[in-house]
């Protein structure tokens, strides 16, 4: 058999056979059941809010309408977050409600349409990303703010009366308002809470079935209801004809206020819609992660910036309030299953068709009850995990004073005092720095905590020097930067301590042995900041190759051996050897001891058998994120699996799968194979009068991987969409297929994949990209896609896309 020809036929099917079928021509629309039913659900929660924000800002009750459709429609169309619903919003409602009562509301439409414009200038100007870096304990400490500021407005309303122009004059107003309280407005403001929080919480088969219908609606249409049956006199929703719907004027008042209000209202809409986006993303990974089905595209931050900008363009030129990303309406949408964008815009259809046709229902609706509704609202932006969080970060601080600011000066002005006090505490934590002295057992100890900068020096002198000339000291350090100055302190001090026969030895944050300080890799890892840890500087790391060590100690050219009265140069490798292991002993063995005293009292139970090639760039440790008792490895040459009872076969293999199928019960079995393989490079280049060698019968193994590949019954090899560079990594992706074939031919093998208690993973490493990719459809029982797709880097740990778990199983 000629094994060359199979490499110049491989070309030929190439221009013969397509690697994907014809383009069919796109549908324009395509409509979901599951985009369908979502939508209906969040216009069932969208339009009792929208009225209450209309209502809680003082605008016209269309306005809250207007901005729900058009962000529904237009902001749904344009922007970059397919899943996340806009319209009006409760953290908009504060600035705006300043803004109609200092400038009116055709000028306050005005500035909606203008905040709109510079949201499409921010998006032109790329800087979506930017306004993720705002602390989020600023943000969570506006919103609360906001929370706090509509919960005392709106609290006037459920009582019957009239809020105030700020929050101080509502919290100061409260005792008075309570004196005058009208029954008839605090009932149905207090049956429409009542269901709000109870309605969620119904137990049983029964209350799950309820449950599907939206509390919002259900709270707005029972005080509805009531408020007719039992003809309380209490303020309803009136809307006047859509004729009469004021739309936006010229500007008007003080060019520096109205620029305020513009730079209020897009920065508003703008962090609240971002954040929004990256939330609905999360959501929709864990969703696809409970279920197993694809997720939907990230948010495209810039895009989704600029469809904001556009749907308050629209909404404030049609008298609409200014338009955000809203969480509440994005959750309910990515829990009622939504797919696509289709579902947001199908739900502001649906309220242009309420307010078109629905106006005498829609006028039934008590003021007190959408009040309720919006204090609801206002409370929980005031929430109780976003306080734990900033605590356990200790930025309770700089939350507080956010709130505060929001709450008794403004928003722009609490968040101009929240970023200050955030700045303030970010200096004094990289300027604080606790520095002790003890003596334990005769050994002087200065522990360091913190980050060790220029200021702390004269404070680290003075704790060195209290050290003896000639003793034993140990320097911890425990903090993440160290700078310049800092580490010439300690360099210097080190090298008097140690001319005048002293000791010094330095260890990090577990207790761990650091370099020394006056090593190249202390000096490299206190000038990154890192502060001289081992484990910081490149050369250091474990899996950086012996000859790119640069921080072992220089000898001459064969000084190594020669000292051990060998040949010159004969021990290099030899001294190599002995100085890994030597670093193992000292920085590792301490850290995996424990775990290694578990594994040999219990015994090894790895989960996966992990088939590789010998070739030393594939360190399987490394590339899969596994640890001791993780994998039972075997590796050859080509990564091949002879046919079971094949002449000349290799029992070592055999022997190996028997072992790990029957006595170790691994759950799976991955073959692996690389880019560059040696071994398949040999195959394609091999003839049949080359010499025999042990090599050449080991490689007839590999002779079905060369057959299927020039075979036209078997799918080509894909790797991430494209194919294959050259023969040698279209043969090097076949041969991992054809193994996994192979592997399917064993007995024990075969009968516990029945069983349905082991499955088959093809994996391919690229070496040069530094890129694993998982071959498709390897759960199936005999079937493979021939499909290599790549694995993205895990974000928590898990990778996003429909083959994370076959991602997990193999790693």
């Known amino acids: 058999m000629t094994l060359t020809s199979p490499a110049r036929t491989m070309n030929r099917p190439r221009v013969q056979r397509p690697h994907s079928p014809p383009d069919r021509p796109r549908r324009r629309f395509h409509l979901a059941g599951a985009d369908l039913s979502a939508s209906v659900t969040v216009f069932l929660i969208a339009l009792p809010l929208s009225l209450g924000i209309a209502l809680a800002t003082g ?10 459709a058009v962000g529904g429609i237009v902001a749904g169309r344009l922007g970059g977050s397919p899943l996340q619903v806009s319209g009006p919003a409760a953290g908009l409602t504060v600035v705006t409600a300043e803004l109609i009562q200092r400038y009116g509301w055709r000028t306050t439409c005005a500035i909606t349409v203008l905040a709109g414009l510079a949201q499409l200038g921010l998006s032109a100007l790329r800087v979506a990303r930017s306004a993720l870096a705002v602390s989020p304990a600023i943000v969570h400490g506006m919103l609360a703010g906001i929370g706090v500021t509509i919960a005392l407005a709106q609290l006037h309303v459920v009582l019957g009366g009239t809020p105030q122009s700020s929050a101080v004059d509502n919290a100061l107003g409260l005792p008075a308002q309570l004196a005058h309280a009208s029954g008839a407005a605090l009932a149905v403001s207090a049956l429409t809470i009542a269901l709000l929080l109870l309605w969620p919480r119904l137990p049983g088969r029964t209350g799950r079935l309820l449950r599907t219908a939206p509390a919002a609606l259900v709270a707005v249409a029972a005080a509805t209801a009531t408020a007719a049956l039992a003809g309380l006199a209490v303020p309803r929703v009136d809307l006047p004809s859509w004729s009469s719907h004021a739309l936006p004027g010229l ?7 109205i620029a305020t209000g513009v730079l209020t209202i897009t920065l508003v809409t703008s962090v609240q819609s971002l954040l929004s ?11 696809a992660a409970e279920t197993g089905g694809g997720a939907a595209p990230r948010s495209r931050l810039d895009r989704e910036l600029a469809g904001q900008g556009a749907a308050n363009m629209v909404s404030g030129a049609l008298g609409g ?24 815009i199908l739900h502001g259809v649906w309220v242009v068709l309420a307010a078109l046709f629905a106006v005498p229902v829609l006028d039934l609706i008590p003021l007190p009850a959408l009040a309720a509704l919006v204090m609801v609202v206002g409370i929980q932006m005031v929430s109780i995990t976003h306080i734990r969080t900033v605590t356990r970060h200790r930025e309770v601080l700089v939350y507080a004073v956010t709130l505060a600011g929001v709450v008794f000066v403004g928003i722009l002005e609490g968040v101009a005092l929240g970023i200050a006090v955030a700045v303030a505490v970010a200096l004094h934590r990289l300027a604080r720095t606790r520095i002790t002295h003890e003596e334990r057992d005769g050994c002087h100890v200065v522990r360091i905590r913190g980050q060790l900068t220029f200021l702390a020096v004269p404070r680290l002198s003075r704790a060195l020097h209290q050290i003896p000339a000639g003793a034993d000291a140990v320097v911890e350090l425990d903090g993440s930067f160290m700078d310049h100055a800092a580490y010439e302190a300690l360099h210097d001090w080190q090298a008097s301590h140690l001319a005048h026969g002293g000791t010094v ?5 577990g207790g761990g042995r650091i370099a020394d300080t006056g090593s190249h890799g202390a000096r490299s890892g206190a000038e990154d900041g890192s502060g001289g840890s081992a484990g910081a500087h490149t050369c250091c790391r474990p899996w950086t190759p012996w000859r790119n060590h640069q ?15 060998e040949e010159p140069g004969a021990g290099t490798t030899g001294h190599r050897l002995a100085s890994g292991i030597g670093a193992f002993q000292r920085d590792t063995a301490p850290l995996v001891r424990d775990e290694l005293a578990r594994l040999a009292r219990e015994g090894q139970r790895p989960s996966q058998l992990f088939l590789t090639c010998a070739d030393s760039r594939l360190v399987t440790s ?12 075997v590796r050859n040459v080509g990564n091949l699996v002879p046919l079971p009872g094949e002449e000349s076969g290799d029992d070592s293999v055999a022997a190996a799968i028997e072992y790990a199928v029957e006595v170790l019960r691994v759950e799976s079995i991955t073959v692996c194979g690389h880019s560059g393989c040696g071994a398949m490079q ?3 280049s091999s003839g049949p009068d080359d010499p025999p060698s042990p090599l050449r019968r080991w490689l007839r193994h590999g002779l079905p991987s060369l057959e299927r590949m020039a075979s036209r019954r078997h799918a080509w090899a894909r790797i991430s969409g494209r194919l294959p560079a050259d023969a040698v990594e279209q043969l090097c992706l076949t041969n991992v297929v054809q193994q996994l074939e192979h592997l399917r031919a064993y007995e024990s093998v075969a009968r516990r994949i029945a069983e349905g208690t082991l499955t088959l993973h093809g994996m391919y490493f690229h070496v040069g990209e530094a890129q694993a990719y998982l071959l498709a459809g390897t759960d199936e029982v005999h079937s493979y896609d021939d499909v290599f797709n790549h694995v993205p880097p895990a974000a928590g740990g898990t990778a996003a896309g429909a083959w994370t778990r076959p991602a997990a199983r193999a790693s």
Not at 277 to 287: E, G, I, Q, S, T
Not at 551 to 565: F, I, S, T, W
């Open 251 to 257: 500007p008007e008042g003080p060019v520096l206020g």
């Open 622 to 633: 490394m590339i899969t994120s596994s640890g001791p008792g993780d994998l039972f490895t």
């Open 59 to 68: 605008a016209p009750l269309q306005a809250g309408l207007v901005a729900a």
């Open 505 to 509: 030895e330095t260890t990090g944050p």
């Open 551 to 565: 921080c072992l100690e220089q000898r001459p050219a064969g000084a190594e051996g020669a000292e051990d009265g």
């Open 682 to 684: 040999a195959l394609l």
């Open 321 to 344: 309030l200014p338009v955000a990303g809203v969480a509440v309406r994005s959750v309910a949408n990515v829990s009622a299953g939504a797919v696509s964008r289709n579902s947001s």
């Open 277 to 287: 986006a990256v939330a609905v993303d999360k959501l929709v990974a864990k969703r």
